[in-house]
């Protein structure tokens, strides 16, 4: 009895603290402040997309867009531009349901990102020329949207770029395991959106990491997007299409002149050397990679491609150097105006 006496004040013991952690993760979670954006919002598909655009405007430079990767808020993007827009007007964006911009119902893919833009550029009255500059699967919205309206478009950075074959090229076992792997973390992912409503990831400080810079005020805007715009409808629907999108990306794949286009590729690997897809190692995927952005520099007989040494997928984005490529393609682009 008195076992038993015991286990069940430890049990109530036990459900007390729980209630009492729930309870004090969602008032933190429901007293996050809304963070004001920088920049401006534009009428895009009936809704409203964010846009931030530094530097001077000049005729005779084009200006840099920055197209981000997957589900990442431009708020990782802000020291690239920084340093970008010493020199030329730049500007960064969220797509629907990312960071500042509200979600709406319109399939997370490629094609769709690129009209997007398209109808964001034409609100804020930037006509081009432009240079595109897309990391991760931002690098395969760039090719869609160069094909659509090449007459803008001056020149292209990928950083750390997706490719449209970067599943089939390592195999069929790779490509089905990560199709599995797709789908099983779409099945599970109700369970991080209920921990961002109950406030559990908040008080867990599971989101407010940025980058090798990151101030305390950054870490701040950062929570407060989880808070009022959630972006995990908008993943989920990136991962639902995937598929789609390399196929956009695919036919959007063809030999363009003399564009001037530079691939950068990190030297780092993408997630941990000790895991593995498939059979195959992150190494060997990171080597792959590489390949397919040579294959990607060599649609154009003015790209480049070209290692940022001591960066990671995540990383290059912050490097000196990376900013330093981007620019690089402007004296080409002068150049072939002449």
């Known amino acids: 009895m008195r076992i038993k006496r015991v286990l069940k004040y430890f049990g109530i013991s036990v459900a007390i603290l729980i209630i009492g952690f729930l309870a004090v993760a969602q008032i933190t979670y429901q007293s996050i402040p809304q963070v004001e954006p920088p920049g401006e919002m534009y009428t895009v598909n ?26 990442i808020t431009s708020l990782k993007y802000s020291q690239l531009q920084e340093e970008l827009s010493q020199t030329v007007r730049t500007c960064s964006y969220d797509t629907a349901g990312i960071g500042w911009s509200p979600a709406n119902d319109i399939p997370y893919t490629a094609k769709n990102r690129s009209d997007e833009l398209h109808q964001l550029l034409q609100a804020a009255q930037i006509d081009g020329p432009i240079i595109l500059a897309g990391h991760d699967v931002g690098g395969i919205t760039s090719l869609v949207y160069s094909e659509e309206h090449d007459e803008q478009v001056a020149g292209i950075a990928f950083i750390d770029s997706s490719h449209y074959d970067q599943t089939g090229y390592f195999g069929e076992e790779f490509a089905d395991t990560f199709d599995k792997e797709m789908k099983e973390s779409l099945a599970n992912f109700w369970l991080i959106e209920l921990g961002n409503d109950l406030g559990i990831l908040n008080l867990m400080g599971v989101f407010n990491q940025q980058g090798p810079d990151t101030d305390e005020k ?68 990171r080597k792959g990679l590489d390949e397919l952005h040579k294959d990607l520099a060599g649609l154009s007989s003015n790209g480049r491609h070209v290692f940022v040494n001591g960066t990671s997928h995540t990383s290059i984005v912050y490097h000196d150097e990376t900013a330093d490529h981007v620019m690089s393609l402007i004296p080409l682009i002068e150049e072939m105006r002449k």
């Open 218 to 285: 950054d870490s701040e805007i950062q929570t407060s997007m989880y808070r009022w715009n959630p972006p995990f409808p908008a993943i989920k629907s990136m991962v639902s299409n995937i598929d789609l999108s390399s196929e956009q990306g695919k036919e959007a794949h063809y030999d363009r002149g003399g564009l001037p286009m530079i691939v950068l590729s990190a030297t780092g690997p993408t997630i941990s050397d000790s895991r593995e897809i498939g059979g195959i190692s992150i190494g060997e995927y």
């Open 46 to 71: 009936d809704g409203e997309i964010h846009m931030y655009c530094t530097g001077l405007d000049n005729d005779e430079k084009p200006t840099i867009v920055i197209i981000s990767g997957g589900g």
